[in-house]
């Protein structure tokens, strides 16, 4: 066919804005043309709130390493799960939003269908190879009307994509470097989880995957 071959596979419009279901929309390599001011305000975060091990309501250790960045941070310890103003490990507020982080966030959920997203949470989650994070639905948050959008960097994942009940089978969605994606409207709630990274390696971000999570919290 004559149209397939107009169009190199990364910017074939129609390969690069995928619905995964009513409200899910993947956009492959949305965030590779703010690579280095991303991964510049990671470092920025991390070097004033590392990354730390949360423990679960029942008393587990998460594999996956987290920080937040913007007036809310997503926190768990033995009394629940919640958003905070403060990082419990500094006592401090947490590190400022990023504008590309704002930017960035605000332009996928707009090309989603989603105009005027204004995220006060950015949960920064790292994986590192044998992580995983288990089947769980997101409703910690005030508002399920707004959505939530979440950037892959580093490493590869497969994402898990259930439904309204934890046993409904989930789809498989491998997420690489750059891709964005956006869940609203009725994939808002669904169950979600990340399945145990494979040893690899990213020229960026070595042996890591680093996920931001766009949320308004509050
Ligand atoms: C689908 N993080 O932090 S982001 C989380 O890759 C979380 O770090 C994963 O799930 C990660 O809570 C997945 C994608 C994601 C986030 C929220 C969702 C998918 C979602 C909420 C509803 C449906
Ligand atoms: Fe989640």
Known sequence: MITTDLFPATLNPSRQYETLCAGAVVLRGFALENERPLLGAIETITAQAPFRH???PGGFR???????A???????????????AVDPDSGKPWP????VFLELAGAAAARAGFPGFVPDACLVNRYEPGTRLTLHQDR?????????????????????????QRTDRAMRVPLAHGDVVVWGGPARLRYHGVLPLKPNH?????????????????
């Open 54 to 56: 949360l423990i679960t």
């Open 62 to 68: 998460m594999s996956v390493g987290m920080t937040n």
């Open 70 to 84: 913007g007036p809310l941070g997503w926190v768990s310890d033995r009394r629940g799960y919640r958003y905070d």
């Open 96 to 99: 400022a939003m990023p504008e």
């Open 140 to 164: 910690n948050e005030r508002d399920f009307s707004q959505p939530i959008v979440s950037v892959s960097l580093g490493i590869p994942a497969v994402f898990l994509f259930g439904g309204m």
């Open 202 to 218: 990213h020229e960026a971000l070595g042996a890591c995957r680093i996920n931001l999570t766009f949320r308004r919290a509050g």
